[in-house]
């Protein structure tokens, strides 16, 4: 029989005023066998208390112990102290809560009574059933992790390095610091905050056993005390710490300027700067935000903000050149693209997306009229010689990166002309060949050789090439054949391919339309063709197609222009047949095509062949589509995917056979020009690296592009600014002559476009800064990496941001400009900040002389704001006040408040100075409304020790916003697994006993992460922390619980059920045992598993089943 | 030593556990030597006088469930005649498929209203099906619907035969726990209450490869062709054989068809029906409570699929009969 | 009045006892079955595709036509291999449960435990030597070995599942099968010599037990091609055969409040208990294929069914002697067919199963089992779980006819002094071909 | 006679629901007696069987109380505990146990309030069912089952 000891404390009259502790341990020490002795007590956790456990142990050989009284949150580990002390294994300890969960919350003395005991009884069913455990120990990594570089953190992280540990200090932002770094000046003292601070963060700055982490997010912690790994991602900062020298050269010529958060919006920065002189670590960095949405669009990734924003500073030519990286036709691309770039334009999101395309082309024509040479320099010659297979756009352009590269680069072409579809596809008044031939003999300058008239296959083949001593060889073959329709009477005389009598006219300039024309498609090609009918003189063009005039595949103004042109469209029509009149067409019937799509999404049109029209014609030109040469294709000895294409790796664009290289429209199926161009420059990268090293490196990381929406920040600093409309010839002349029909970009025009571009990826990576930067500190292509950091401990001090006072609509912020919050205050006053450290009036920079301060924005307020008081702001606003009066002394500072809260060292003493010498009125009640009167704003509101209510005339209203948890604090708990309350600010272990310690041991908090907190608050937690660190290291193992699963390996039948349940990868299959297999190091004892587990072989060690079924028996005994 | 005298008797089932033991005989041929067989109603056709002489059974396989009032005074007549209780097969071990009638409660109405009165006298069926230790306490258990011959053999040769036999049957496939095969070779008795089957679950032999568990959808069992070698459940068949003792060897997995376990629930488990919840819906393939709950009203029929041969006595909440096993307790 | 209980009867399904009465000269012999077997509470909302893994409590057999009963449910034809391998595994069904009731036939005057190993000093005589009854239960134990094989199970096979069977056989499956069919045709052919030695040929039909004739009854078997039930009258003539779908319609049961198991019997007569006369009862099982039959398709079993009609007759027979010697040439034909079907050319093939895509809401299949017809029908809801169930184990519903041979044996025993344990012993006998 | 006082055990998050319990009576929020609270370490830990085992030792009521979706101590023991919820009703319902009898809520250490909020709405919803009667047997509708005597 087990000897259990039962001991129920009255807690004074916490359980004993409501529970009749003494019946209820008479009643257990008869009822139940186990219970050796069973006895009340005034306070358990007392000394005498604890004492009359241990003697019991000891005198009467307890095996087991229960104690009913408050929380085992609260002392379960006194009691488990107590046992341990008698000799008692502390495992074999039962802890009842009839405090909390009974005598507090029970009216009923009775009920409560008999809930107790319930509770008691079932202690004891269960205590019997635990056994001893042991709990192992693991050595601790001596290393720090401090989240947040704000003071409280920056305390910590000094205070472990000086101990002589290394330290990883992960900061958010560019620069350590925190608030306190915008702070102008600091209560009670008027110490000025830089002046204490940056001693501090230039300490940590040099100090041998800190790594700062600047731009650095925690994104996963796994792990436990003492052994942590932590995933780091860290954002780039684009400037070297080491090579910048801090000179300031590259924020001189930095074309962009954006709104500076760190001086919360009241002035600008670039993109490239540091906060303020003085900031830790003391080098520039670049504020990128991400790919923006227009390069993230370009197929080819043209560079769109960087150049659109070097075109607004009027330097043309850098941004040619930043063009001419992934785009070598300027001129054309600005002529035909399909401009997805301006799809995705976050201004249209405002007004209307700039005219990328048309700024573009304005760069690429400025070049030739002022006839100069921006191409990147050629490096040195090469000796390898690389083939280009079609001398399309894809082909030339590979050619181009390719020559630029060095290397000997030969193109054949199968036409007499150079451009492939460029050349043959599309119509002069579109693009026209000199614009054409001009940018086609900047590729040839490059000392490109050309074979036109040559065809692959015939003249030339793989063989032949590799004999030749060409190295690659790079496929651009494109599709030249147009597809059949196969309806009755398509060999009919007058019926020809669309694609075919492009190529006719272009090339021979000999093509005779009918004076009827009909033309079959939507697409681009189709309505090239219609164009092109009509300025060969047919009388009546007709085009028809199956899609609705929405669903039609070609550009909208290019339909626009065609339907100017007098072209006829016919939408949702099929041809049926072609009738004839003397082996001529002489006519199209038509039938209703009732969708072009099935329900899948694929082309698959369904007709109504009852509903028939009959258009009479005497050519049609069919343009429905494109396809590649079928024996080309068969001859290459290519692996070929579905659909005649050419198969390659998406990334590389190799194909089956090494060395051989294919890429667009052969490879896409139709795409567009910027596809072609990509692919011709991916190919040129891919063939450099096979021809460079040998194989296929990987190509660049991509950079991450911005959210697509835009956000509040990007539409506030965008007024709508109309776009320039593109000049055009008029209808009535471009009819009949095949003259370019859009006139391009004045430089005006295109300089205004590049200054509509609303800088989306903040930084535009133009490149200015890199080429002026002396040292050569900053590298563009830096990419944001994950860092993994093995440490022991993690202290969290990720500080607060301040409430969004915008959230008070009543009081203007946001739309009165001298409405603002009292960091903004700070900063007014701070000689490093916007107006040097002179209180002015944002709105005209006039001195303000009546100041209001409202206190409680977004504290104490559960209608708007959070219900907690933010506990610094009547400090602040008294130091403010204060401030405002040694710059003003005839100011007049008011302040309306709730209550005035000066708890601290010398703060009411300070706060009564602000009343009393500096003669602040203070106004008891809260500001119902802010509005503007005559250009001078009044805030109204209630004097509620009078009980009326008070209007104030103000200069400058500042609020007192509160202190809330920083927005993306999920991101930190989720990390960490840490728990936060209700707003978001970390849960410390205890209230009172536990404030810096967290309920994950090794994980530790401080400043105000855990609670708005001041200054020396923030320091304290921070020294608290560190101490609490130091202890751990200075131990240097820790004691591993043993409430972990265990694997009873004579029931498991290897189902594998648990191994993927566990969250913490601790289980995993052992293969020559064909069972489960749990790793005590990393099990956290969560007990899912043994839950799961289908025969029940796992058991998490002091929860085992038995033990809860027991103490399930007992409580309902 | 004298032959140790053996009875075999069925209550409500049908005779394939006598039909099993008769093919024992006969296959292994040996125990005779050592057992005398006083009482064995369905090959012998041995009336109730023949326990009247007050001789002790030594050992007495009992199988088929509690069903009628009869069925249960057998019971409590063999329990006291017997010196060892055998449940043998499913209904006595659990109640078998005949406890399944228990979910659906009995209306007077409809059963039998046969009673002492008319004649000829009909033993009156009770209003829920039990297994054996619903009734009385019993020593050991050899589960299986019916039980398959290697674990009988083991059975016989731990209790009757006293190990002497020297035919030695290869265990193998019943993989029995240690405990039980030592006291099997050495003719001793396993420790009491032990099962004459393996102590793991049924996928510890069953052949099919396991690879992962996760639980995207549910199949009914016509509405998939799963594919041979792989796990049933990780197709989405529900297959009982993660919570069912071992000892068959995996014989319905092996033909395609899912466990729906006759050996009753695992050793150290309390309630199969729940495990089996909780392993499956612990791997569904779904973090929001939308899809959990999509997933889970694929199911039917939980309680007569999971308890399907344990019912009676292994369903934590619809095991009963207690009251009448503390009669025979305090009544013996 | 005077009542007597013959209990418990062997080899008895489940257990049964015999009640006789006698009053006023009138004897009545009730066929007892004294354990409930509530198979619709036990089916009753499970999800009706695991109504093939409960009914073969019922008999083995009852696996294959609750599946076939699951076919017609969802509408799924199962491919030809799986037909093959159920057809296999319904012959191991006929053999073992013919083979068994041979067995205990020719120990039906021995303790069979008892003679194993004392052989040559028994009290009793056994019909046949022990090799003989080595042999058959070796025979059964092959055929398990076979129906594990194929069914998985052997007393309640799981493979048979709706549209097919659960899977492929592999190479070791074949030759094992082969091995077994070659051994089974010898077993059965050493029974059947045992068979004419001792009881056609020999002195056993005088001794008594196999003379008896049980009163002429009607005779219901399904059709070989499974297409109509046919029925004869008990002067052998045949009656209009009945479409198997409407045997609920035509076959009713009803219950007595002394037994658990209904009495089947033909609707179209009112109910009316067997001991006021047999017109409205029917016998199933071997004798009524024999009475109902056809020639066999093996030679061997067609030989054996020759030499029945010559010795005893053309059929309807009503004696227990033909209804034994009908076990018989079945038994010979299970062999056979066991021989013909595992082949690896019948048992190899491209699908085993097909998987439904619909469901109906009812479903219907018979067949005819080794112990006579059974019939299953079902309704479901739109989940799939079973609605009402219908079933019809016209073997053990046979109660009439039982009641009637009890009564027989009775009525013979009286005539002279019989002594009670050797009247329950005859009745034991008689009641085993039925 | 008095009223009936339905027994109900509480398996409670050691760190978000029990906490929460802690703080509902630091802040003496007034609960029905008939909560017994059994800790455990998550509600990923607690077994279906456990919440049968209740039933099947006199429990009118089960609650589980876990950290509210993406803030379990354990990653996602909550999200287990969520997942089993849904396939044990359906067990339970089989078992003839109403839905009302078994509760899975997710109560933050924050949440004293709705702590006691949740444990007073049970206990009278109990109350009004009845105590729970095991073996009773599940109901599959009797009208929609066609109950056929049989042998």
Request: charged share 20%; aromatic share 8%.
């Amino acid at each position: 029989m087990k000897k259990v000891g039962v001991y129920i404390c009255h807690c004074g009259t916490n359980i004993g005023g409501t529970v009749d502790c003494h019946r209820i341990a008479e009643e257990l020490g008869q009822e139940v066998g186990e219970v050796v002795i069973c006895r009340d007590y005034k306070y358990m956790c007392s000394e005498p208390g604890q004492k009359l456990i241990r003697d019991d142990i000891r005198e009467l050989g307890l095996d087991h112990v229960v104690e009913a009284s408050c929380s085992p949150k609260m002392h379960e580990p006194t009691f488990r102290n107590a046992c341990s002390a008698a000799g008692m294994n502390p495992y074999l300890f039962e802890m009842v809560n009839i405090r909390e969960h009974c005598s507090w919350v029970t009216e009923d003395p009775e009920a409560a009574t008999q809930k107790a005991k319930h509770l008691i009884r079932a202690a004891i069913a269960r205590v019997v059933h635990q056994t001893p455990l042991k709990g192992s120990t693991k050595s601790v990594n001596p290393t720090a992790m401090v989240v947040g570089g704000g003071i409280a953190g920056i305390t910590a992280a000094l205070k472990i390095a000086n101990a002589g540990y290394k330290v990883y200090l992960v900061e958010k932002e560019e620069i350590i610091g925190g608030k306190m770094a915008q702070f102008d000046k600091t209560f009670p003292t008027l110490d000025c905050s830089g002046c204490i601070l940056t001693p501090k963060t230039s300490e940590v700055g040099r100090h041998p056993n800190i790594e700062i982490l600047t731009k650095s997010e925690l994104l996963e912690v796994k792990g436990f005390v003492g052994n942590f790994t932590a995933r780091v991602l860290q954002k780039p900062r684009y400037v070297s710490i080491e090579k910048c020298t801090g000179c300031g050269d590259c924020q001189k010529v930095c074309p962009v300027e954006i709104s500076s958060p760190f001086e919360l919006g009241m002035t600008t920065r670039h993109p490239i700067s540091r906060p303020f002189p003085q900031a830790i670590p003391n080098t520039y960095s670049i504020w990128r935000a991400g790919m923006p949405p227009c390069q993230a669009a370009c197929p080819a990734g043209v560079n769109v903000q960087g150049y659109m924003t070097l075109t607004g500073a009027g330097k043309y030519g850098e941004a040619l050149a930043l063009v001419r990286e992934r785009m070598p036709f300027a001129s054309v691309c600005g002529r035909i693209c399909a401009r997805p770039c301006e799809d995705a334009c976050k201004r249209g999101q405002v007004d209307a997306p700039s005219a990328i395309c048309y700024t573009k082309r304005f760069l690429g024509d400025y070049e030739k009229e002022q006839g100069i040479d921006w191409n990147p320099p050629r490096k040195d010659p090469r000796e390898e010689k690389v083939a280009v297979v079609g001398a399309g756009p894809g082909g030339l352009s590979a050619a181009y990166f390719l020559a630029l590269e060095g290397y000997q680069v030969t193109v054949f072409e199968k036409l007499p002309v150079l451009g492939g579809m460029l050349a043959v596809g599309i119509p002069d008044y579109r693009l026209s060949k000199e614009v054409l031939d001009a940018e086609i003999r900047m590729v040839t300058d490059l000392g490109v050789t050309v074979k036109t008239g040559t065809a692959f296959g015939r003249d030339v083949t793989f063989e032949s090439l590799e004999q030749d001593g060409y190295k690659a060889v790079f496929l651009a073959t494109g599709l030249h054949v147009s597809r059949g329709l196969n309806v009755e009477g398509e060999d009919l005389e007058g019926v020809t391919g669309g694609i075919e009598f492009l190529r006719k006219w272009a090339l021979d300039g000999d093509v005779t339309v009918g004076s009827s024309v009909v033309v079959i498609g939507g697409g681009n090609v189709a309505v090239d063709v219609a164009r092109t009918a009509v300025r060969l003189g047919a009388k009546k063009v007709e085009l028809v197609c199956l899609e609705s005039r929405e669903q039609m595949p070609a550009w909208e103004r290019e339909i626009l222009e065609a339907v100017e042109e007098g072209v006829v469209i016919h939408n949702s029509w099929g041809p049926k047949r072609f009738l004839e009149s003397n082996g001529h067409v002489s006519a199209v019937e038509l039938k209703r095509c009732t969708s072009v799509f099935d329900e899948s999404g694929a082309f698959n049109p369904s007709y109504d062949e009852a509903e028939v029209l009959e258009l009479p014609c005497d050519s049609v030109l069919v343009a429905i589509g494109q396809s590649s040469e079928r024996l080309l294709l068969d001859q290459l000895g290519l692996e070929i995917a579905p659909g005649g294409r050419i198969s390659v790796d998406p990334d590389t664009l190799a194909t089956s056979r090494p060395g051989v290289f294919a890429g667009g429209d052969g490879v896409l199926g139709p795409a567009t020009f910027v596809q072609a161009v990509a692919h011709g420059r991916q190919a040129a990268r891919s063939i450099h690296s096979y021809i460079e090293y040998g194989g296929l490196r990987p190509i660049e990381a991509k950079e991450k592009p911005v959210p697509p929406e835009i956000s509040e920040a990007e539409r506030r600093r965008t007024p709508p600014i109309s776009r320039h409309q593109m000049p055009m010839l008029e209808p009535e002349v471009r009819k009949n002559s095949f003259a370019p029909v859009e006139l391009g970009f004045s430089e005006e025009m295109a300089q205004k476009e590049g200054q509509r571009c609303i800088e989306c990826g903040i930084c535009c990576q133009c490149g200015e800064c890199v080429r002026a930067c002396g040292p050569q500190a900053i590298d563009l292509s830096e990419r944001e990496r994950v860092r993994e950091l093995e440490v022991g401990a993690i202290v969290v001090a990720t500080g607060i941001d301040i409430f969004d006072a915008s959230r008070y609509q009543e009081y203007g912020y946001g739309r009165y400009p001298d409405v603002i919050t009292n960091l903004q205050f700070e900063r007014l006053c701070n000689a490093s900040g916007p107006t040097q450290g002179k209180v002015l009036r944002p709105s005209d920079g006039t001195v303000p002389q009546n100041v209001v301060f409202v206190q409680c924005v977004g504290s104490r307020d559960r209608a708007k704001g959070y219900e907690y008081c933010s506990k610094v702001c009547c400090m602040i606003t008294a130091k403010q006040l204060s401030i405002f009066k040694h710059h003003n002394p005839n100011g007049q500072p008011y302040v309306f408040y709730i209550d005035n809260r000066a708890g601290g060292k010398g703060y009411e003493e300070f706060l009564r100075r602000a009343i009393e010498e500096e003669g602040a009125q203070y106004i008891r009640g809260r500001v119902a409304k802010i509005y503007q009167e005559g250009g001078r704003l009044v805030v109204r509101g209630e004097n509620s020790l009078v009980g009326a209510p008070v209007e104030v005339e103000a200069d400058l209203v500042v609020l007192a916003t509160g202190l809330t948890p920083q927005k993306d604090y999920t991101s930190v708990s989720r990390a960490l697994n840490l728990a936060t309350d209700k707003y978001g600010f970390f849960m410390e272990l205890h209230p009172k006993l536990g404030p810096v310690e967290t309920a994950l041991t090794g994980i530790y908090v401080a400043g105000a992460a855990q609670g708005p907190k001041d200054i020396p608050e923030s320091v304290a937690q921070g020294g608290a922390a560190a101490g609490e660190v130091l202890t751990l290291f200075s131990v240097g193992q820790v004691e591993i619980e043993p409430t972990v699963a265990r694997l009873e390996e004579r029931l498991c039948t290897g189902c594998r059920t648990c191994v993927e349940l566990c969250a913490y990868s601790a289980i995993s299959f052992d293969d020559s045992r064909k069972t489960a297999s749990i790793n005590d190091a990393l099990c956290q004892g969560c007990g899912t598993c043994a839950a799961a587990c289908p025969v029940a072989a796992i058991r998490v060690q002091h929860f085992t089943p038995d033990e809860i079924y027991a103490q399930i028996e007992g409580i309902l005994a | 030593m004298p032959k140790r005298r053996v009875a075999i008797y069925s209550a409500t089932g049908c005779s394939a556990c006598d039909n099993s033991i008769l093919g024992l005989h006969y296959q292994v041929g040996a125990f005779t030597g050592w057992a005398e067989i006083v009482f064995w109603p369905y090959l012998r056709g041995d009336s109730w006088q023949v326990l009247e002489d007050d001789r002790q059974i030594d050992v007495c396989f009992f199988c088929g469930s509690i069903a009628t009032e009869e069925d249960r005074h057998a019971a409590l007549r063999l329990r006291a005649a017997a010196r060892v209780l055998v449940a043998c097969g499913a209904c006595a071990a659990f109640g078998g498929l005949p406890g399944l009638v228990n979910l659906i409660p009995a209306d007077p109405t409809e059963m039998s209203t046969s009673s002492q009165d008319t004649w000829p006298p009909l033993p009156r069926a009770k209003s829920r099906v039990s297994g054996l230790p619903g009734i009385v306490p019993v020593d050991y258990f050899v589960p299986g619907c019916p039980p398959t011959q290697p674990l009988l053999w083991a059975c016989f040769q731990a209790l009757v035969s006293g190990g002497e036999s020297q035919i030695r049957a290869s265990f193998s496939a019943a993989r029995l726990p240690e405990a039980i095969s030592t006291a099997v070779a050495a003719g001793v008795l396993p420790p009491h209450g032990s099962t004459f089957a393996g102590e793991k679950a049924v996928c510890a032999s069953c052949c099919r490869a396991k690879e992962e568990k996760k639980f995207s959808r549910l199949y009914r069992g016509h509405e998939l062709d799963p594919d041979a070698g792989r796990c049933l459940l990780e197709q989405g068949l529900i297959c009982q054989g993660l919570a069912t003792r071992e000892g068959c060897g995996g014989l319905c997995t092996a033909v395609g068809v899912p466990c729906r376990g006759c050996f009753g629930k695992a050793e150290a488990v309390y309630d199969a029906g729940a495990k089996m919840v909780s392993a499956i819906s612990s791997t569904f393939d779904a973090a929001e409570a939308g899809q959990a709950s999509e997933m889970a009203a694929r199911f039917v029929d939980l309680a007569g699929t999971f308890y399907r041969y344990t019912l009676a006595e292994q369903c934590a909440l619809l095991a009963g009969a207690s009251e009448e096993r503390n009669d025979a307790i305090h009544g013996s | 009045m005077q009542y007597t209980v013959l209990e418990p009867l062997r080899w008895q399904d489940r257990p049964a006892r015999i009640s006789v009465e006698e009053a006023d000269g009138r004897l009545n012999a009730y066929y007892q079955i004294t354990v409930p077997w509530q198979v619709s509470r036990m089916c009753l909302g499970r999800p009706v595709e695991e109504i093939p893994r409960i009914l073969p409590i019922l008999s083995p057999a009852h696996h294959i036509v609750s599946a076939m009963t699951l076919d017609r449910l969802f509408q799924v034809e199962p491919p030809p291999l799986a037909v093959n391998m159920r057809q296999a595994l319904i012959s191991t069904q006929y053999f073992v449960h013919h083979m068994r009731k041979l067995y205990f036939l020719f120990c039906s005057q021995i303790d069979p435990f008892r003679e194993y190993h004392i052989r040559g000093n028994d009290s009793g005589k056994p019909f046949v030597s022990s090799r003989v009854l080595d042999a058959m239960m070796h025979g059964v134990a092959l055929a398990e070995e076979a129906a594990t094989i194929l069914g998985g199970r052997p007393e309640h096979p799981v493979s048979v599942v709706p549209g097919g069977v659960g899977r492929f056989l592999k190479p070791p499956h074949y030759e094992r099968l082969a091995e077994i069919a070659e051994q089974s045709l010898k077993r059965a052919m050493e029974a059947a010599r045992a068979f004419h030695e001792r009881f056609v040929n020999g002195s056993e039909i005088s001794t008594g037990i196999l003379e008896l004739h049980l009163e002429p009854v009607a005779s219901l078997a399904l059709s070989r091609d499974m297409s109509h039930i046919l029925v004869t009258d008990e002067a052998g003539n045949e009656k209009a055969p009945i479409p198997p779908e409407s045997v609920f319609e035509t076959v009713g049961l009803h219950f007595e409040p002394w037994t658990y198991q209904p009495f089947a019997y033909f609707l179209e007569k009112d109910w009316k208990g067997p001991e006021e006369g047999m017109e409205r009862f029917f016998v199933v099982g071997s004798l009524a294929r024999l009475n109902t039959g056809r020639p066999y398709d093996h030679s061997l079993a067609e030989t054996e069914r020759q030499l029945l009609l010559s010795t005893l007759g053309s059929p309807p027979h009503f004696s227990l002697i033909a209804a034994f010697w009908s076990l018989v040439t079945e038994l010979i034909d299970s062999a056979e067919s066991m021989k013909e079907q595992f082949t690896q050319e019948k048992l190899t093939g491209p699908a085993i199963r097909s998987v439904p895509v619909t469901m109906g809401e009812r479903g219907f299949a018979s067949m005819e089992s080794p112990e006579g017809f059974i019939a299953h029908r079902y309704e479901v809801n739109d989940q799939g779980l079973v609605q009402s169930i219908q079933v019809l184990d016209a073997a053990s519903e046979n109660n009439a006819v039982r009641c009637a041979i009890a009564r027989a044996v009775i009525e013979a025993s009286r005539s002279g002094t019989v002594e009670r344990d050797r009247t329950k012993a005859m009745i034991e006998v008689s009641l085993l071909p039925f | 006679m008095t009223q009936f006082e339905p027994k109900i055990v509480a398996f409670l998050c050691n760190w978000c629901s029990y906490v929460a319990a802690d703080a509902a009576g630091v802040a003496r929020l007034v609960q029905r007696p008939n909560v017994r609270v059994i800790r455990v370490f998550c509600s990923g830990m607690v077994d279906p069987g456990y919440v049968l085992k209740a039933f099947a030792s006199g429990a009118d009521a089960v609650l589980i109380a876990g950290c509210h979706p993406g803030d379990c101590h354990y990653i996602s023991g909550n999200i287990k505990a969520m997942r089993r919820s849904f396939l044990l009703h359906k067990l339970l319902t089989d078992l003839g146990v109403e839905k009302e009898r078994f509760r899975l809520e997710w109560i933050a250490a924050s949440e004293g309030p709705r702590y006691a909020t949740v444990v007073n709405e049970m206990t009278e919803q109990i109350r009004k069912l009845g105590p729970f009667r095991p073996a009773s047997g599940s109901k599959p509708e009797r009208s929609e089952l066609t109950c056929r005597k049989e042998g």
